[in-house]
């Protein structure tokens, strides 16, 4: 290989990962999916950034660089774990009683039906009161 095609190589690379985090960043649901490539990609990437600098084969500009990957991995692997999902609220969160109610299946003798949907000018609604069949 000729130290051109390597570096265009390490380009693609860097845009893929770029890409990557910017798909991330858009599709704002957990990326657990991205993780295994990104850990092997910043795994390898240390190790031989590590050799080139005990070796002094690399400026600090590239390091930074790499630094900024690192940061990328780091939020991706934070949003990846299921208890920093924004869309659902954590498990030991005690939870205000929902609108309409809260079901006590220990007090019921029969079960009560659903509430019944009423429609006001084209949006839906809960009805509160609810109807025992006869």
Do not use: C, K
Request: hydrophobic share 45%; glycine share 10%.
């Amino acid at each position: 290989s000729t130290p051109g095609h390597l570096w265009h190589e390490s380009a693609a690379w860097n845009v893929a990962v770029g890409a990557g985090f910017m798909w991330i960043a858009l599709l704002r649901a957990r990326p657990a999916g991205a993780l295994p490539m990104l850990t092997a990609f910043l795994g390898f990437l240390g190790l031989v950034s590590v050799q080139d600098l005990v070796a002094d084969r690399v400026d600090g500009v590239r390091l930074f660089s790499h630094g900024l990957i690192l940061v990328g991995y780091l939020i991706t692997l934070a949003l990846s774990r299921p208890g920093l999902d924004p869309g659902r609220p954590p498990a030991d969160v005690d939870r205000p009683e929902r609108r309409g109610g809260t079901a006590r299946l220990d007090e019921a003798d029969e079960p009560s039906p659903p509430p019944r949907l009423r429609l006001i000018r084209g949006e839906a609604s809960v009805s509160p009161t609810r109807h025992r069949a006869a």
